[in-house]
């Protein structure tokens, strides 16, 4: 019990932090990035490692501050766990924004590919953390099916890169942000002892 509050406790920010940088980048993404599906794509993979790299010195910190080593067993497994369905997205854009179709059907079919990749990768690495991550992992699998339903509806909107990026704001930034802000107002605070 005590290591499933300590994976909460070291959640929590780096949840909110990602959060913040995925909702931020999808507000900016209009502003800053062309219309085009290569364009669209090379952003997120970008925001997408710029969350890695805050996650990564987040957790480093946290570990620092408690004396604590980090490369750890179980952090290598659930490294291990995330690997293969992140691989799998970022290999897949290539071959993608290279197809001479539409750009913004490209743009569109992005995010939910990359959402269902991204819960598959969270839900394998919950097996070494805590159940919530498991459901998390599974909230991301269910946005990328709706998502994907959602753009092939033929009464749908026309499909754009601005809503490609709405998607991956609501989702991805917004998800991390709900996720860390639930984990720091359901923290347990520790029993200070009576004077």
């Known amino acids: 019990m005590e290591r499933a509050s300590t994976y909460r406790r070291a959640l929590a ?4 932090a ?3 940088i995925g909702t931020t980048a999808g507000l900016l993404a209009p502003l800053l990035v062309r219309d085009t599906a290569r364009s669209f794509a090379f ?3 970008a925001v997408g490692v710029a969350c890695a790299s805050t996650a990564f010195l987040l957790m480093r910190r946290q570990a620092f501050a408690a004396s604590e080593p980090f490369w750890t067993p179980p952090a290598r497994r659930v490294a291990a766990a995330l690997m293969p369905a992140l691989f799998a997205g970022t290999a897949v854009v290539g071959p993608l924004v290279n197809i001479h179709q539409e750009g913004a059907m490209i743009a569109v079919a992005l995010p939910p590919l990359w959402l269902v990749l991204y819960g598959c990768a969270v839900h394998s690495a919950g097996f070494f953390m805590p159940r919530g991550m498991r459901l998390f992992g599974w909230g991301f699998v ?3 099916l709706l998502s994907a339903l959602s753009a ?5 909107i026309e499909p754009s890169i601005r809503m490609a990026h709405a998607v991956m704001t609501l989702t991805f930034g917004g998800g991390h ?3 860390g802000l639930y984990l720091r ?4 605070k520790p029993k200070t002892p009576a004077a």
């Open 185 to 188: 107002w359901t923290e347990k």
């Open 152 to 156: 092939a509806n033929p009464h749908q």
């Open 13 to 16: 920010p780096v949840m909110t």
């Open 142 to 144: 269910i946005a990328g």
């Open 43 to 45: 952003y997120w993979m």
């Open 18 to 20: 990602v959060g913040a």
């Open 177 to 179: 942000l709900a996720y």
